[in-house]
């Protein structure tokens, strides 16, 4: 099924043909620190390095008697050399082989994942200076709250892919480590020397200790971080999804010329993007849980880690790769419209002041209690007006709540007209983003 979420870069890190490229760059890398530390000879290190091939076909008809898939593989790639094949996967055990090999795809797949999550931060970088000054309410509860802007909750997207990516950078440190240290770790047929040798070959690190596998928390903390990645996503589709619903309509997918949104109904524009990248996530988080549950092995190991990374390492890395160059085309291409963002602040009639004539009230020596009863008593009458069907806004741009707090003498002969009035200023709100700005961009 993951198949179908592939793109290509990713999905030929974890084609059985990579991987068995993968095997062969560790054995060969074994094979030129044998050479190294003098116990191949040089003819033979070369004869290897050039002439070593396997045959898929071949190891598969191999593996189906043996039952057991590096056998196969050595044995394929052993039919491919002469006398010299003696010295192919020399002192190491399978898992030796296997969790370099996978540690090098881990690596390579993950600094893709890298890559898109800063390519999605530019993408959103670039919406959040966009709309900047583009206000909006602000909802908790789905209820309207105080005036925003799209810019703000832009920057809070942005500034939380800032933390997946450094978690993501260091992950890659740590699971970027190989071991060529034997059947039980205990380096008894393969000296430190000629770990390190490999392991800087490969461009990785030698683990500093390890059984007969490299330890799965490291395995864990990849996948728990890809999950938490997904969960974000997720979070933003789900904002875009609301903000599209017809009753909202502040932003949409882009719907291109020709797209269909229903089969029985033609008006329809649905966010099928998001709602994709939303199911995509779930998927992705579903892979956390059983890496967790492979840090536990029987002693030095066993295999029922085994088939589960054959599962959620490739799906896991192909659909996360997927779900954010998706993501990154919805933000790229999201449709935003300050206008009706302009006119669903304005809906409650002027409600979303209310804060702000709560807090001059202490100024004036009110109590907290007695000014939050003033406040609210408008405010109410202006909820049953709604109700009524009564305009937000009268005939001279005045708000239902600004002409009842006008008309309320207690609250006029507390603070006065004036404060009232100015206490609707759209600018009261926005005098800090330029600040936020700075804090979340550097700019």
């Keep these: 099924m993951v198949e179908r979420y592939a793109r290509e870069e990713m999905k030929k890190l974890w084609s059985v043909e990579a991987k068995y490229n993968a095997w062969l760059e560790v054995e060969k890398a074994l094979v030129r620190g044998w050479n190294k530390l003098g116990l191949i000879p040089d003819k033979d290190c070369e004869k290897i390095c050039k002439n070593a091939k396997f045959d898929i076909a071949r190891i598969d008809a191999i593996e189906a008697i043996t039952k057991h898939d590096l056998i196969a593989f050595t044995t394929s790639v052993a039919e491919s050399l002469g006398e010299e094949s003696r010295w192919f996967h020399y002192g190491i055990t399978s898992s030796d082989c296997i969790d370099t090999a996978v540690a090098l795809q881990m690596r390579d797949s993950l600094k893709i994942i890298i890559k898109d999550v800063e390519d999605l931060q530019e993408k959103i970088k670039a919406r959040a200076m966009e709309h900047k000054e ?23 997207w942005y500034d939380e892919m800032r933390r997946h990516l450094e978690a993501l950078k260091s992950t890659l440190e740590v699971i970027s480590v190989g071991q060529l240290s034997g059947a039980m770790g205990n380096l008894a047929h393969t000296p430190m020397e000629l770990e390190e040798l490999v392991c800087k070959d490969l461009g990785l690190k030698p683990a500093p200790v390890s059984n007969q596998v490299i330890q799965r928390d490291r395995y864990a903390r990849l996948m728990s971080d890809l999950a938490l990645l997904a969960s974000s996503c997720e979070k933003i589709a789900v904002e875009i999804r ?34 994709n990248i939303t199911g995509l996530c779930r998927i992705i988080r579903s892979y956390a849980l059983p890496a967790m549950e492979n840090v536990a092995l029987w002693h030095q190991r066993d295999i029922s880690h085994s088939s589960v990374e054959r599962f959620i390492l490739p799906d896991g890395f192909i659909t996360t790769d997927f779900m954010l160059h998706r993501l990154i085309g919805l933000i790229e291409k999201l449709v935003v419209y300050p206008k009706n963002m302009m006119k669903n602040l304005n809906l409650t009639g002027g409600l979303v002041f209310s804060q702000r004539i709560l807090l001059e009230l202490p100024k004036k020596g009110v109590s907290r209690e007695d000014a939050y009863k003033i406040v609210q008593r408008n405010a109410m009458k202006v909820w049953e007006d709604l109700q009524e069907g009564k305009p937000a806004v009268n005939e001279k741009g005045e708000s239902l709540y600004l002409q009842y707090l006008l008309s309320d003498c207690e609250l006029v002969g507390l603070i006065g007209e004036e404060a009232i009035k100015e206490c609707f200023e759209f600018s009261y709100y926005t005098k800090n983003i330029d600040a936020i700005f700075k804090r979340v961009f550097g700019e």
């Excluded at 908790?140 to 809070?156: D, R, Y």
């Excluded at 009753?247 to 993007?273: C, D, I, T």
């Design 134 to 156: 583009t206000l909006m309410v602000g909802r908790s509860h789905g209820i309207h709250g105080e005036p925003i802007t799209f810019g703000l909750v832009c920057a809070i």
């Design 242 to 275: 609301h903000l599209q619903r017809t009753e909202v309509y502040e932003a949409e997918e882009y719907f291109s010329q020709g797209q269909k949104g229903s089969s029985a109904m033609p008006h329809k524009r649905n966010p099928v993007l998001s709602e």
